[in-house]
């Protein structure tokens, strides 16, 4: 356990569907992230979240919106997708002041799109 | 550039050691980080190093920095079956302010019984 809870573990939707996956730290951290893992690419950062402002989105498709209500819960809200997104969907939180940063993972939504 | 890089897979015989290693271009300061990965679950961190030391010894595991060669490896003494995992390496630049790590491509290791 790394305090770090993702729902669902995992999901299977279809392209025209819309759904959400949540995470929740309960760490008191302040920076929390989404991550995508594939199979044909390493470990790709998504979105950054410090004291729930947005302050990294790595190009990703619209079709992909996260949503930070506090610190404590990541959201990761689902849009038309298509096959090639699914992947596990990784979500971390770090303490958020600088410095070394650690960041704990939560097990991931292993997403598949049909 | 930000490109981490590790070999794709690694074999060994259970009370061997083994040893994982990883490259990486960025010579900012910055800290480096191994997490391992069992099937069907998230990251776990392991350990991690700052870049301005050379080593780093955790019980079973050691890390060794070669800043010159930008070189990181992990050392797993007496693996297990237990052990068998992905291990990612992974940087986090401080000067740039980033908060997100950079990760490798991941080393599949296979410990044999």
């Known amino acids: 356990e790394t305090g770090v809870t993702q729902t669902p573990r995992h999901l299977v939707m279809g392209m025209t569907n819309k759904k959400s996956l949540k995470c929740e730290q309960h760490l008191g951290h302040n920076a929390m992230y989404w991550y995508k893992q594939s199979a044909k690419k390493p470990l790709e950062l998504m979105f950054v979240?410090?004291?729930?402002?947005?302050?990294e989105n790595n190009s990703v498709p619209s079709r992909f919106s996260p949503e930070c209500p506090n610190s404590s819960h990541l959201f990761l809200h689902l849009h038309t997708l298509q096959p090639e997104d699914s992947a596990l969907y990784l979500c971390?939180?770090?303490?958020?002041?600088?410095?070394?940063?650690?960041?704990?993972f939560g097990p991931g939504t292993r997403l598949l799109v049909l | 550039g930000e490109d981490v890089e590790q070999s794709l897979f690694l074999s060994v015989r259970e009370g061997d050691s083994s040893v994982i290693n990883c490259t990486y271009t960025?010579?900012?300061?910055?800290?480096l980080y191994w997490y391992k990965q069992e099937p069907g679950a998230g990251l776990q961190l392991l350990t991690y190093i700052f870049s301005n030391m050379d080593m780093k010894q955790d019980q079973r595991l050691t890390v060794l920095l070669n800043k010159k060669d930008k070189h990181l490896s992990l050392r797993i003494a007496d693996t297990q079956t237990g052990d068998s995992a992905i291990y990612f390496c992974a940087e986090t630049h401080l000067d740039t302010g980033r908060r997100a790590l950079t990760f490798g491509s991941g080393t599949r290791l296979q410990v044999q019984p």
């Open positions: 960025d010579s900012s300061s910055t800290y």
């Open positions: 979240y410090n004291f729930k402002e947005q302050t």
């Open positions: 971390a939180s770090s303490q958020g002041e600088g410095g070394q940063e650690t960041q704990y």
